[in-house]
T-cell receptor, first 112, second 113 residues
Framework: KQEVTQIPAALSVPEGENLVLNCSFTDSAIYNLQWFRQDPGKGLTSLLLIQSSQREQTSGRLNASLDKSSGRSTLYIAASQPGDSATYLCAVRNSGNTPLVFGKGTRLSVIA | GAVVSQHPSWVICKSGTSVKIECRSLDFQATTMFWYRQFPKQSLMLMATSNEGSKATYEQGVEKDKFLINHASLTLSTLTVTSAHPEDSSFYIC?????????FGQGTRLTVV
């Protein structure tokens, strides 16, 4: 059974810092991996999608990498801003029509 | 990207009553939709897989008679929480896949008083 772990559970950084969020998964035979952002009491905002054949994806200040063989992904946030404060969720799918399996998330606080 | 619409966004109901939550794929057809539940400060846990034209598949520990799922068309799945109790208060969110990406509704915050 696929399990997803995210480290750290919480992170507080001063504005402007670059930071890395980590995600690991137990079954490396994934179809793809998605990173989401969730603001308190809100739904999910999809940030980046990495297919199993890809190594990384970039969107603005966000860069996500995937090392499928080792079961790891990282989300890199450059020049963090207070507006980046949210919970970041990593999730994987094992095939094209199966549900996402989520990690518990990393709660990020960026202090002005 | 594709749009998944979920209604209502929030609902308050009395103990013992039933609540229906709708999940629609607006610009694509979804033979399969997924229902998740999220308790405060917890992650999303899959409750069930909704299959168009057939019975839903429930995850272990989820009561199928309490959480009724109907997927009557290729664009609509509904989740009915029957005889709701305060412990059913949670954030419910649906998802549909337009390959290769999973898209999510806005979520429904259910409070049972």
């Amino acid at each position: 059974k696929q399990e997803v772990t995210q480290i750290p559970a919480a992170l507080s950084v001063p504005e402007g810092e670059n930071l890395v969020l980590n995600c690991s998964f137990t079954d490396s035979a994934i179809y793809n991996l998605q990173w989401f952002r969730q603001d308190p009491g809100k739904g999910l905002t999809s940030l980046l999608l990495i297919q199993s054949s890809q190594r990384e994806q970039t969107s603005g200040r966000l860069n996500a990498s995937l090392d499928k063989s080792s079961g790891r992904s990282t989300l890199y946030i450059a020049a963090s801003q207070p507006g980046d404060s949210a919970t970041y969720l990593c999730a994987v799918r094992n095939s094209g029509n199966t549900p996402l399996v989520f990690g518990k998330g990393t709660r990020l606080s960026v202090i002005a | 990207g594709a749009v998944v619409s979920q209604h209502p966004s929030w609902v308050i109901c009395k103990s013992g009553t039933s609540v229906k939550i709708e999940c629609r794929s607006l610009d694509f057809q979804a033979t399969t939709m997924f229902w998740y539940r999220q308790f405060p400060k917890q992650s999303l846990m899959l409750m069930a897989t909704s299959n168009e034209g057939s019975k839903a598949t429930y995850e272990q520990g989820v009561e199928k008679d309490k959480f009724l799922i109907n997927h009557a068309s290729l664009t609509l799945s509904t989740l009915t929480v029957t005889s709701a109790h305060p412990e059913d208060s949670s954030f419910y969110i649906c998802s549909a896949i337009q390959v290769p990406e999973a898209f999510f509704g806005q979520g429904t915050r259910l409070t049972v008083v």
